[in-house]
């Protein structure tokens, strides 16, 4: 299996496979890998002919510094389970200073205000981070297709916006979130969760759930106080928001009209931070 940790090496290698016109499939990830990363080398894997996936965890959109310093790094174990999936997958995990080359910061984006909802209101800077490190990734990869995960729904939109904006001829696919049995999404932040904590935090998902059934008959005002008072009954989560957001433009929705919406969520359990969504409708 190739596990390349510098960018030229990567790129060098890639370049036969480019000019012989192969496929190439990408999965960046920040490692700690679980079962909904493999789902995403699988899809590629069938989809492409070679795939490449890169383990890296990306300082700039890290608003919390607390939360960059826990975030885990596994990349021994990562490297075992892409193996297990399948041996041809290469890996991709550079050093921050191979990735930015002593200029840790973040190019400013406008996505057309996808960027100001939600998880970029709470954190500040983070879309910037993500679209810094996903454009420069696609410039050392050129990947054919590239797959993420719909638990970031959010930042799976600022990518296709992304790839418009800087017409860069990408395939964005998105994949539906993979759930642990208990039906909490996963993510590698649930590694930070006790058993007990990550036991009930399925609590979310059931709230999220219940929201879509009462989204079908009620107002949106009404679905909201639903989950305020959810959470008001469970005081050992702390929520950061719950919008009801139109899934295209990602703004907040006061009115029910004939489009497609999505519930989001950003929530504390402890000191961990969890988000989930849904589609509505
Ligand atoms: O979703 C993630 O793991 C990260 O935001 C990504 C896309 C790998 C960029 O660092």
């Known amino acids: ?25 990408f999965v960046p990830t920040m490692g700690a890998l679980h079962s909904g990363h493999l789902s995403l080398m699988q899809q590629s894997v069938a ?26 790094r596994t990349l021994e174990a990562d490297a075992e389970k892409i193996q297990g999936l399948n041996r041809d997958i290469i890996i991709f995990a550079p050093t921050v200073d191979d990735m930015y080359e002593g200029h840790t910061i973040s190019q400013h984006y406008n996505f057309d205000g996808l960027e100001n909802q939600m ?10 981070g993500v679209g810094t490190v996903v454009k ?35 395939q964005i696919i998105g994949c539906p979130i ?32 219940e929201a879509r059934t009462r989204f079908a008959q009620e107002s949106i005002d009404s679905v909201k106080s639903y989950v305020a008072q959810e959470f008001k009954a469970h005081p050992e989560f702390v929520p950061e928001y719950f919008e009801i957001a139109d899934e295209d433009t990602l703004i907040p ?13 950003a929530v504390f359990l402890g000191n961990v931070r969890l988000i989930d969504n849904i589609s509505l409708n």
């Open 1 to 25: 299996m190739l596990i390349f940790s510098k960018k030229a090496d990567l790129k060098a290698h890639l370049q036969h496979h480019i000019q012989a016109g192969t496929t190439i499939g």
């Open 47 to 72: 989809q492409n002919g070679i795939t490449v996936v890169s383990i890296f965890v990306n300082p700039t959109q890290f608003n919390n510094p607390e939360d960059l310093e826990k975030y885990p």
């Open 119 to 128: 998880e970029g209101a709470h954190r500040p800077g983070h879309f910037d």
């Open 136 to 170: 420069k990734l696609f410039e050392i990869v050129q990947p054919t297709r590239a797959y993420f995960g719909e638990k970031d729904f959010q930042q799976l939109q600022i990518v296709k916006k992304l790839v418009e904006k800087e017409n860069m001829p990408i």
């Open 178 to 209: 993979s759930r642990e049995e208990s039906g909490l999404a996963m993510s590698s932040r649930n590694e930070r969760l006790s058993a007990e904590e990550r036991h009930g935090a399925a609590f979310i998902y059931q709230v999220l759930q």
């Open 253 to 265: 929705a006061t009115l029910k009209e004939n489009r497609k919406y999505r519930a989001f969520i």
